[in-house]
């Protein structure tokens, strides 16, 4: 008789005790779990840092392999105008040559006519 609730006593203590332990479990594993989110968090954040410093990276490599290119082909134009002005300026000056010549033919004709 005295035995029955001795183990009922005892079956509630160690229910409770496995009780307390799975709590236990659980609250380590809710740990564990927002340890492994706080790492994934820190390692996407490094990775996001990593790729905009390459991103910026290969902006500046591209935007300054046009960039030059830019500038060649300005230079280029540039040189292309000034060389047609040149080439314009020196037909302009043949041109004025020439009338002056036909100018002086044309007197000297006109002298030995008249």
């Given at each position: 008789m005295f035995l029955g609730p001795v183990l009922a006593v005892v079956?509630?203590?160690l229910d409770a005790h496995s009780?307390?332990?799975e709590a236990e479990r659980q609250s380590k594993m809710a740990?564990?779990?927002q340890e492994i989110?706080?790492?994934f968090?820190?390692?996407a954040k490094n990775l996001e840092h990593q790729i905009e410093k390459?991103?910026?990276e290969v902006e500046l490599q591209v935007y300054g392999e046009i960039d030059k290119q830019i500038a060649t082909a300005r230079q280029q134009e540039e040189n292309a105008i000034a060389a047609s002005?040149?080439?314009v300026r020196q037909l302009a000056e043949i041109r004025k040559d020439f009338e002056l010549i036909l100018?002086?033919?044309s007197q000297a004709v006109k002298s030995s006519v008249a």
């Amino acid at each position: 008789m005295f035995l029955g609730p001795v183990l009922a006593v005892v079956g509630a203590g160690l229910d409770a005790h496995s009780m307390q332990k799975e709590a236990e479990r659980q609250s380590k594993m809710a740990e564990a779990r927002q340890e492994i989110t706080s790492q994934f968090i820190v390692i996407a954040k490094n990775l996001e840092h990593q790729i905009e410093k390459l991103l910026g990276e290969v902006e500046l490599q591209v935007y300054g392999e046009i960039d030059k290119q830019i500038a060649t082909a300005r230079q280029q134009e540039e040189n292309a105008i000034a060389a047609s002005n040149t080439g314009v300026r020196q037909l302009a000056e043949i041109r004025k040559d020439f009338e002056l010549i036909l100018r002086y033919i044309s007197q000297a004709v006109k002298s030995s006519v008249a």
